[in-house]
């Protein structure tokens, strides 16, 4: 405490003893203060350059959580000044409020009324997408910070940090237009866009503005004046050379002092100071369930990575397998009987297992017992060959797989060809095509946990009637009651954000058509969707499980995404029907080359990779026709094997239209 007891916490309380050496209407310096008050016994809060003086936010235990416009209050850079981070200099330059009308849609969320349910006729409710329109004049905004972003000559440290932004700016875009998602997760999408947008134009600001204004490289235009620019967020400081530096850039700064220095210092007046409440924050909670991203000190450098990782976190895709909530069946469910088309669906068989799945009395099996059996039928498209061939060459004893069989992220096609009559094959479509959008979901944030289940589960919960008309299990067993009753949280993991709405009038329907109308060319397409889905789900999970290297890392996620037409690896579950004979399924070796290849570069890095596939075995004069296929069929071999030893089943493979779908589907240009 100063020994001029004039100027204790009492006798500060006087106006008068801060004003003292008030002179209005003068210039300042940046160690005058425009605009002064008393925060407390010990701490005076002043500004050169602010018209508002904002409650800093202090503590050690803030406990950061957004807040119902999924900003995190007065926590959040982007609706109220933050400490100085020598690391992010550039957030005290955001923009509090749209420089133009252009960069409105940067400001506010999405409103219930631009948001348009994904499939009415649903028995799962929620999913759905901003109205285009609305989502057009979003992208725009982006795009005119994308594009200046782009045309800049940037230099490190801000080159890397430039490229970063864009790639999730994009992704968060990608996303909006492309994925289903409850109307809180749109916004909550909009609102994690909006962040990314507004920190890179804070950059681009701060490079071509801000920072030669303070470096004295560039002088602030005069008849702008000594007050600073108050659309920016601005920052709280203790730093005088910080002070000085956004003063002559024109950012609001607010600086912490000592009470003691109230002596010393030119004060021009006196302000309440802002509490953080509305219209500058919200106080309210999300409706959403959100975990708290940081408990700390505002000042915190961890403070800004938490918030950066929970961003980021919501562009993942979830892995159902390592929430698997029941195991797989080692055998698939009983084979149907004869149908009037006399096809026969044909399980997968264990060599060693009887039909009830006890094992057989001779104990071990020869090699050329040991395999599974491949399903064919009229409604499953084929297996692409390569793949097909490599499943084949797998030992399928089960003491090799060390692991109970994991369940399946969605039901396997082959399930829907073992019923016994036509009307229960034709409720399992109806039922899966009623279920589809709403099960694609789970995957669609990546903070759900969406469990993995056996085949009987997905035997119970394609053949309730969702239609509420009928049930087709009128007297069920205690075993299909418990079955049955798991079918009712086959949405665990989803937070209660979807909701299963069992009734309905609506038909379920397949690209406009109803359901009661599809040939047997759309009952192909439903399959190979499904099948294709289930791959990409699969070769994603035994990725995260087998690869030896930072599987996290941007290049091998990248790598990913390149194995798949227009993959992207955090949206590998939004499948094109129009890629159906494309990537992988190509007739063509050529075109099919690109994909092969980004897979062999992807398994080079997961454990036991075969010479064969290893970097070691490139062919530094090409790859001929014959090449190709040997690197496929051990890729092929080497996937089926593996999986099959790490998750204990046998995989659900990628499979091949013989017709060419309808849609309109641009092949996309790989080299």
């Given amino acids: ?5 004039r100027f204790s916490f009492e006798s500060l309380k006087d106006p008068k003893v801060l004003l003292q050496k008030a002179r209005p209407g003068e210039a300042l310096e940046a160690w005058d203060a425009r605009l002064g008050a008393v925060i407390d016994a010990n701490t005076l809060l002043v500004t050169p350059n602010a018209s508002v003086l904002f409650r800093p936010p202090t503590g050690n235990n803030r406990e950061m959580a ?18 100085y981070s020598p690391a992010r200099p550039h957030l005290g330059c955001i923009r509090r409020s749209p420089s133009n009308v252009k960069f409105l849609p940067l400001y506010n969320l999405p409103q219930k009324r631009d948001f348009l349910e994904d499939d009415p006729s649903s028995a799962i409710r929620g999913p759905g997408l901003w109205h285009k329109h609305k989502f057009l004049e979003f992208r725009r905004a982006c795009d005119l910070v994308l594009d200046a972003a782009e045309q800049t000559n940037w230099q490190e440290p801000h080159k890397s940090l430039v490229r970063t932004y864009q790639t999730y700016i994009n992704m968060f875009l990608d996303r909006l237009a492309a994925l289903p998602l409850i109307f809180e997760r749109v916004r909550l999408c909009v609102a994690e866009a909006q962040r990314l947008v507004l920190e890179l134009q804070a950059i681009i600001d701060y490079v071509a503005i801000y920072r030669p204004r303070m470096t004295g490289t560039a002088v602030r ?6 007050r600073a620019d108050e659309h920016l967020s601005g920052v709280f400081t203790m730093n005088t050379t910080v002070v000085q530096e956004c003063f002559r850039a024109g950012v609001p700064v607010w600086m912490i002092r000592p009470l003691v220095d109230a002596a010393h210092i030119r004060i021009d007046a006196l302000a309440q100071i802002q509490e953080p409440e509305p219209p500058y924050v919200v106080l309210t909670p999300p409706r959403l369930r959100l975990r708290p991203v940081y408990v700390g000190s505002a000042a915190d450098e961890a403070k800004y990575k938490a918030i950066e990782t929970f961003t980021r976190g919501h562009l993942s895709m979830p892995n159902p397998f390592l929430q698997c ?3 797989g069946s080692s055998l698939p469910p009983a084979p149907a009987s004869p149908s009037s088309n006399q096809e026969r669906y044909h399980p997968y068989k264990r060599a060693n297992l009887s039909r009830r799945g006890r094992p057989k009395p001779n104990g071990r099996m020869s090699d050329k017992q040991a395999k599974f059996e491949i399903v064919t039928h009229s409604y499953l498209p084929p297996l692409i060959p390569t793949w097909q061939f490599g499943l084949e060459r797998v030992d399928a004893d089960k003491t090799r797989a060390p692991n109970i069989p994991i369940g399946y992220a969605l039901p396997k096609p082959e399930l829907f060809v073992v019923v016994k009559t036509e009307a229960k094959f034709c409720l399992m479509i109806a039922s899966w095509l009623r279920l589809r959008s709403g099960l694609f979901a789970r995957f669609n944030a990546g903070d759900y946990s969406p469990h993995a289940h056996g ?3 997905w035997r119970t919960i394609l053949q309730i009637d969702w239609l509420g008309a009928t049930s087709t299990i009128q007297s069920p067993a205690r075993g299909e009651q418990v079955r049955r009753d798991q079918a009712a949280t ?9 909701r299963v709405e069992a009734s309905g009038s609506a038909q379920a329907h397949w690209r406009d058509k109803e359901c009661s109308s599809l040939g047997l060319e759309d009952i192909r397409e439903v399959l190979w969707e499904l099948s294709e889905v289930n791959f990409r789900l699969e070769f ?4 995260r499980k087998i690869c030896t290297i930072e599987s996290a890392s941007t290049q091998h996620l990248s790598l990913l995404g390149q194995c798949f037409p227009y993959g992207k690896w955090n949206m590998l579950h939004h499948v094109d029907l129009g890629s159906a004979n494309y990537g992988i399924g190509h007739s063509n070796w050529i075109e099919r080359a690109p994909y092969v290849f980004a897979m062999r570069r992807c398994m080079q890095s997961w454990r036991g990779c075969p010479v064969s596939l290893s970097a070691s075995s490139d062919k530094t004069a090409g790859y001929t026709e014959s090449d190709v296929e040997y690197v496929e069929k051990e890729m092929a071999y080497f996937y089926t094997e593996a999986f099959f030893v790490t998750f204990g089943r046998e995989p659900i493979l990628p499979r091949r239209l013989t017709h060419i779908p309808s849609v309109s589907f641009v092949p996309e ?3």
């Fill in 1 to 5: 405490m100063s020994s001029d007891t």
């Fill in 66 to 83: 957004l807040r119902e416009n999924y900003r995190y209050g007065q926590d959040d850079h982007l609706c109220w000044p933050q400490p």
């Fill in 221 to 226: 235009p005069p008849e702008i004046g000594q």
């Fill in 325 to 327: 909530s029941e195991p």
């Fill in 455 to 457: 085949h009987q589960t």
């Fill in 490 to 498: 086959f949405l665990k993991g989803c937070h209660d954000e979807l």
């Fill in 540 to 543: 994603f999970a035994l990725d």
């Fill in 669 to 671: 240009q790989r080299q």
